[in-house]
């Protein structure tokens, strides 16, 4: 079955970057792109960015500058890195599956605090 | 950026009751609209994409519809396990938004 796990730290120090990592199974990342989405208390559900079965990848204006997406599709895994983390980037984020209507299966969050 | 404005943000309800949540986009979305359900544990499932298609094993007590910008998701009659957080998201021009949510609680 489809299946999204996330890992990555809990704790992030300020100006430090976050780096989660995505495996899936049960689709190829060959076939499928991933969304990655973040959710916080003061700004809800924010959309990322997405990396497409291809490689290329589309982001979020507010986060194009210290946002990165990348995926090793041997592995099956993707790869989600941001620059310069402050307080108002703690928040749960979440991979998700790509498909026609939007994002399908969701990977499990990851909940990520800045803090020193 | 579109706005998805959501309504109510919460909401109470009793088992058996039919509730109706709303979302109004700032922009014409063409129907690019889905729900997305939130457990309190964080576990987030597709429910309906294209404003009113069902996603496959969703009971068929959820559904979809449109009426110009206005979105609504309708659950005909409540059982336990609806009792979560609902939201819309677009997907008709980056980037992709949702509403703020709404909280459906047992009355």
């Known amino acids: 079955q489809v299946q999204l796990k996330q890992s990555g730290p809990g704790l992030v120090q300020p100006s430090q970057s976050l780096s989660i990592t995505c495996t899936v199974s049960?689709?190829?990342?060959?076939?499928?792109?991933v969304h990655w989405v973040r959710q916080s208390p003061g700004k809800g559900l924010e959309w990322l960015g997405v990396i497409w079965s291809g490689g290329s990848t589309d982001y979020n204006a507010a986060f194009i500058s210290r946002l990165s997406i990348s995926k090793d599709n041997s592995k099956s895994q993707v790869f989600f890195k941001m620059n310069s983390l402050q307080a108002n980037d703690t928040a749960i984020y979440y991979c998700?599956?790509?498909?026609?209507?939007?994002?399908?299966?969701w990977g499990q969050g990851t909940s990520v605090t800045v803090s020193s | 950026d579109i706005q998805m404005t959501q309504s109510p943000s919460s909401l109470s309800a009793s088992l058996g009751e039919r509730v109706s949540l709303t979302c109004r986009a700032s922009?014409?979305?063409?129907?690019?609209l889905s729900w997305l359900q939130q457990k309190p544990d964080g576990t987030i499932k597709r429910l309906i994409y294209?404003?009113?298609t069902l996603d496959s094993g969703v009971p068929k007590r959820f559904s979809g519809s449109r009426s110009g910008s206005d979105y609504s998701l309708t659950i005909s009659s409540l059982e336990s396990e609806d009792f979560a957080d609902y939201y819309c998201?677009?997907?008709?021009?980056?980037?992709?938004?949702f509403g703020g949510g709404t909280k459906l609680e047992i009355k």
């Open positions: 998201l677009q997907y008709a021009s980056y980037p992709w938004t």
């Open positions: 294209a404003a009113s």
């Open positions: 998700a599956r790509k498909v026609r209507g939007a994002m399908d299966y």
């Open positions: 049960g689709f190829s990342l060959t076939s499928y792109g």
């Open positions: 922009q014409e979305i063409s129907g690019y």
